[in-house]
């Protein structure tokens, strides 16, 4: 896991993809609170405390790692993993008993800079935590939810090989639930 992970699209073809080291956290958590606050309505002690302490969250944490996105000019992007762990409600208790499960993990915090956007840095995002889930994290299957509201993210996701699992809206979240292909994403990725 600690080699890097180049990707072919032009504007960004100097990008490495690896997991987060400390060195990396003080800027990731820059980058993260800047998409909470622009694009997601901002930091919610509830919902978001893993940024309070990224290194205890991801580098710590059994089952967890937080991946970053770098180029020259610094990080463009995170994506994070860690065990599915949904509540019920506001899941439904089927998505709940279906998820939360050892083999499962959840992919969250992908986020990348706004002037860094589609240039593929938030595929290659989720294409390394997906490759990292599958292998040194042990898990066999990825599951993550996404605010349908926000600009772009669910194309975002039905852009890559994922497969719709429950859309909840009209909730006030307008929460899709979506697992990935992971088969289809590491082939596509070629791993
Ligand atoms: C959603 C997000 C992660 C996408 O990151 P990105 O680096 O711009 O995504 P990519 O460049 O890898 O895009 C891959 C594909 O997704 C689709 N896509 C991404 N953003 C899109 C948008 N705003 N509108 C339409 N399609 C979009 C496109 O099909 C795109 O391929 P293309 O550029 O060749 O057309 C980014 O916009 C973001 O951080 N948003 C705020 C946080 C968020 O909502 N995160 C996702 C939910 S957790």
């Known amino acids: 896991m600690s080699s890097t992970w180049a990707t072919g699209?032009?504007?960004v073809a100097t990008m490495t993809v690896t997991p987060a080291t400390p060195a990396d956290l003080a800027e990731a958590e820059q980058v993260m609170r800047e998409v909470l606050l622009r694009d997601l309505g901002g930091y919610r002690p509830r919902w978001?405390?893993?940024?309070?302490d990224l290194e205890m969250s991801y580098l710590r944490s059994p089952g967890c790692a937080l991946l970053v996105a770098r180029e020259v000019s610094g990080v463009l992007g995170t994506a994070a993993v860690r065990p599915c762990s949904l509540a019920s409600p506001p899941?439904?208790?089927?998505?709940?008993r279906e998820y939360n499960q050892p083999d499962v993990c959840q992919l969250v915090r992908v986020w990348v800079a706004t002037a860094a956007r589609r240039l593929g840095v938030g595929r290659a995002l989720v294409e390394r935590?997906?490759?990292?889930?599958?292998?040194?994290?042990?898990?066999?299957?990825?599951?993550?939810?996404?605010d349908a509201s926000v600009p772009g993210?669910?194309?975002?996701?039905r852009s890559l090989p994922t497969r719709e699992v429950l859309d909840q809206r009209p909730d006030p979240f307008s929460t899709v639930h979506f697992e990935i292909e992971t088969d289809a994403l590491l082939r596509t990725?070629?791993?």
Not at 91 to 96: A, D, Q, T
Not at 129 to 145: D, E, M, N
Not at 153 to 157: G, L, Q
């Open 91 to 96: 899941n439904p208790e089927w998505l709940v």
């Open 153 to 157: 993210a669910e194309k975002f996701w």
């Open 129 to 146: 935590a997906v490759a990292w889930s599958l292998g040194p994290g042990g898990y066999r299957r990825v599951y993550l939810h996404t």
């Open 189 to 191: 990725a070629g791993c």
């Open 48 to 52: 978001h405390r893993d940024l309070d």
């Open 9 to 11: 699209r032009g504007a």
